[in-house]
């Protein structure tokens, strides 16, 4: 009963002084917040990363050559003898250039990327309609093209562009296939693009000898194996490791991964400062509370109640502003990620274990910070108390 009454005297303390006890819970309020912002915003970004390497692929190796001319580059047939490597599935060599593309009174600058058929595969590239690249396109370097679905409706609308003709860089091309959307990742958008025959992308862009090809394993586990091998290989080739770039999504993903934890983890340190902040205006305010209330102090141990009713109730009472301030910052930092996912382009996933460790960290707030005021009131001495003013 007298454990009641001490709760009620400490809610009616706390709702007797509305603006001071916001001002009191503020603190709390901004740490857990931040706290819940920051890292619920961190792990999107880390999902939102794993799931673009994944679409591209954690069992691709892109390898990238430097330089300029056959002595920094690779040949078509040493790129696809990298085929035999044990727990290779694939091997696509890539040209790369820049072009405008022309139908009737559109125009677009696109890239443009010389292919071979097995790209369908390494890259897992599909078509929605029409065909892909074939052997015989780049035997007898065929003017023929493929388009990313961003760049056929650019040109030709709502209209089916397979079949049709599409000028690039002045020299007219068929229109074979056109290409399942893929959306955008961190290389860019995968449908502004248009494939043609690697052959004939090695004339009309006028260069020699390959300077990008991916590579696919079997596996994820085949990655390490395969890229020393790759790295082996091309050591002996260029005879400097400089010349060449293997690179690596797994590790890239852990990377990232490593650098945002990091940057969340710093970022919530100090949104948790703010926390120790509010819990000394918790400990402040209430050690102003028990001088206000001295007297009233002196009046409840005059009349029989003991040192732990005392305690109790300034404990209970900074207790409820933490974890009342904890419980408000909690509902503020949900709503501002629900505001990032509404305005950010992508999905927002909820921190829901940093709102149980926020609600746990406010309530040991309340008791730490409480513990000195309490006892100061506690300890208060009947007699000084009652001739205090």
Do not use: C
Not at 49 to 78: A, H, K, P, W
Not at 170 to 187: A, H, N, R, W, Y
Request: glycine share 10%; no cysteine.
């Amino acid at each position: 009963m007298i454990f009641f009454q001490s709760v009620r005297m400490a809610l009616l303390s706390v709702i007797s002084n509305k603006i001071r006890s916001f001002l009191t819970m503020l603190g709390i309020i901004i740490g857990v917040s931040s706290v819940i912002l920051v890292v619920s915003v961190g792990m999107s970004f880390n999902g939102q990363i794993s799931d673009q390497f994944g679409d591209m692929g954690t069992n691709l190796l892109s390898v990238n050559v430097m330089g300029r001319g056959v002595t920094s580059s690779l040949t078509y047939d040493e790129v696809i003898a990298y085929n035999k490597i044990k727990g290779v599935s694939g091997v696509s060599p890539t040209l790369s250039g820049n072009v405008t593309a022309k139908h009737r009174n559109n125009n677009v600058d696109v890239s443009l990327e010389g292919v071979i058929p097995a790209y369908e595969h390494v890259k897992d590239f599909h078509v929605q309609s029409g065909r892909f690249v074939l052997n015989i396109d780049s035997q007898y370097r065929q003017k023929v093209a493929v388009l990313g679905s961003s760049t056929a409706t650019t040109l030709f609308g709502s209209e089916n562009p397979v079949g049709q003709d599409i000028r690039l860089n002045g020299e007219t091309f068929k229109i074979v296939g056109l290409l399942q959307s893929k959306g955008t990742s961190l290389m860019g958008s995968n449908d502004e693009k248009i494939l043609i025959p690697l052959a004939t992308a090695e004339r009309f862009l006028q260069t020699k000898g390959i300077q990008t090809f991916e590579v696919k394993t079997v596996t994820e586990q085949d990655i390490p194996t395969v890229k020393a091998m790759l790295a082996n290989s091309l050591e002996q080739k260029f005879k400097d490791s400089s010349a060449y770039d293997i690179f690596d999504a797994q590790e890239m993903i852990k990377s990232m991964e490593k650098t945002n934890a990091l940057m969340s983890a710093s970022l919530a340190g100090i949104a948790g400062i703010s926390l120790i902040v509010g819990g000394i205006g918790i400990m402040n305010i209430m050690i102003v509370s028990v001088n206000e209330r001295t007297r009233e102090i002196g009046i409840r141990k005059a009349i029989g109640a003991k040192k732990s009713n005392i305690l109790i109730q300034f404990m209970i009472e900074s207790i409820f502003l933490s974890t009342l301030g904890g419980l408000l910052g909690i509902g503020v930092g949900l709503g501002f990620v629900w505001i990032a996912g509404k305005f950010t382009p992508f999905p927002i996933q909820y921190a829901w274990n940093m709102v149980t460790i926020s609600f746990v960290f406010s309530f040991v707030i309340g008791v730490l910070f409480g513990i000195i005021p309490a006892n100061k009131a506690a300890r208060l001495r009947p007699i000084y108390a009652l001739r205090t003013d």
